[in-house]
């Protein structure tokens, strides 16, 4: 089974600061259709999870500029250009080539 | 735009079985893959199951294999979970997700206790 581990495990950001969640898999995310099934999801306070990248780097519909994904093989990151208030909650990283594993959450808090 | 409504939570003692509802409407249903995934209280997320577009396909996480079956009526647009053998660490917020779990639902809360 893969295995996605996420650091830290919480981060605590001044607003307009970047911040930056790095997501590690145990075995590579490449598929042999050439697509790379990483995923990236916020869960904000008493909210559903909510899709935010999909393949590594793609921005999914309406989500701010802000947000970015790069990464290969089996290191993955996510970083937010200037951390604002609604960007608070959980961040989940997943994979899905294998059975749809999620890393352990990163919880983000503004200082 | 779409929309996803999960129902069937509830209480139900060590043993027993539920079946959880999603409605799906706003896309074509019958055009997409559901997954399952939950959240235990203050835990991160579980993939729990999925189903292909057409129910041909089924896969499920090792921790409800034998004991949970997804199942979908596409004249309904609706999505199934029937738990059976239900343990106390099943106890989760539910979520129902079209695939690849872009579009989730607001979730049912199902709490096994005897």
């Known amino acids: 089974d893969i295995v996605m581990t996420q650091t830290p495990l919480s981060l605590s950001v001044t607003p307009g600061q970047p911040a930056s969640i790095s997501c590690k898999s145990s075995q590579s995310l490449l598929h042999s259709d050439g697509k790379t099934y990483l995923y990236w999801y916020l869960q904000k306070p008493g909210q559903s999870p909510q899709l935010l990248i999909y393949?590594?780097?793609s921005r999914f519909s309406g989500v701010p500029d802000r947000f970015s994904g790069s990464g290969s093989g089996t290191d993955f990151t996510l970083k937010i250009s200037r951390v604002e208030a609604e960007d608070v909650g959980v961040y989940y990283c997943?994979?899905?080539?294998?059975?749809?594993?999620f890393g352990q959450g990163t919880k983000v808090e503004i200082k | 735009q779409v929309q996803l409504v999960e129902s069937g939570g509830g209480v139900v003692q060590p043993g027993r079985s539920l079946r959880l509802s999603c409605a799906a409407s706003g896309f074509t249903f019958s055009s997409y893959g559901m997954h399952w995934v939950r959240q235990a209280p203050g835990k991160g997320l579980e993939w729990v199951a999925v189903?292909?577009?057409?129910?041909?396909?089924?896969f499920y996480a090792d921790s409800v294999k034998g004991r949970f079956t997804i199942s979908r009526d596409n004249s309904k647009n609706t999505l199934y979970l029937q738990m059976n053998s239900l343990r106390t660490e099943d106890t989760a917020v539910y979520y129902c997700?079209?695939?690849?779990?872009?579009?989730w639902g607001q979730g049912t809360l199902v709490t096994v206790s005897s």
């Open positions: 393949e590594v780097s």
């Open positions: 997943m994979e899905g080539i294998h059975l749809w594993t």
């Open positions: 189903i292909s577009y057409d129910g041909s396909n089924k």
């Open positions: 997700a079209k695939d690849p779990l872009t579009h």
